[in-house]
């Protein structure tokens, strides 16, 4: 049996570490004249108001994706992944994204590699609706170690980000509310240690998998940016709470409001994929949903008698469903091939 603690990430401890870094940093607090942080909202986003405006600010990675591009060769989709992570986390407070900043740390900066990273930076920010506009490349040679000598390299990105209207925190959510997913492309950037030493267990990285699609196909898919189809419906519907289901997977639906529960009675069928990671890892079930989208890379929390109308409006950009509802009580629920899984 294989669990993400397993394979080398230990959400726990990660979240333990995160407290004593927040901790310290407590203590150094300062708040330019003009600038203040909004207390008790950045579960995706710090949100600061400067100048009376509602301004989010964020910054993530892409992990262990960057040691497939390696494996593979292939350099330009991990920058849409890149922006892919910021862009969703900062629209989960309602907040369009108005830069991008990138830093790249290399073992050898190659230009042919650096050029297909740009690609995919460039491409994401263009479906994010906005720009990159500087960043840093920094050689690490003692620092930075790949899959191959010399093309090791590690890609962050920074997202800036203004909110239009009030930010949305999940304060909002009341028992009765309808849960909204949306579909995810795949496995996107989280979970992929896992993902990577099962199917690399018994598989080529360049093997094809039962499904048709290859190893570094499923490994390499860009992770969906949700930016338009939710700016759209935040402009006519009223949106309780949004989740951006990554690292946690459906657990982060807690972020939102941690004293009611989330039931997913009818949650999107996972991914070839997760099936495969599944049964070849002997991963159990809820190791599966804690770990992966499982098919849902985001869901919104609405009032019941919108969420039909909400669902047709984000199906014009991607599938979409009501795939559950906020009851009282807490913790996640989720129904799926005849499991309950309690999270």
Known sequence: MMTYKDAGVDIDKEALAVRAIRDVLEKYKVEPEG?????????????LEVHGELLTLNVDGVGSKVLVAQLVGQYDTVGIDAIAMNANDAVCLGARPLAFLDYLAMEDPDPDICAEIAEGLGKGAREAGAPIVG?????????IRGEEEGRGFDLVVACLGRVEGDPITGEDVEPGDAIVGLRSSGIHSN????????????YDVH???PHGKTVAEELLEPTRIYVRPIMEVLRDYEVRGI???TGGGVENLKRLRDDVRYVLDDPFEPHPVFEIIRELGNVPVDEMYRTFNMGMGMALIVPDEEAEDVVDEVSKH???KIVG?????RGVVVYADGHEVKL
């Open 191 to 202: 979970g992929l240690t896992l993902a990577r030493k099962v199917l690399l267990s018994e």
């Open 325 to 329: 509802r906020v009851e009282e009580g």
């Open 207 to 209: 093997d094809e998998l």
């Open 243 to 245: 989740a951006h289901i």
């Open 135 to 143: 960043g840093e490349l920094a050689t690490l040679p003692e620092v």
């Open 318 to 320: 991607v599938e979409s």
């Open 35 to 47: 600038c203040r942080e909004v207390e008790g909202i950045g579960h995706y986003a710090a949100v």
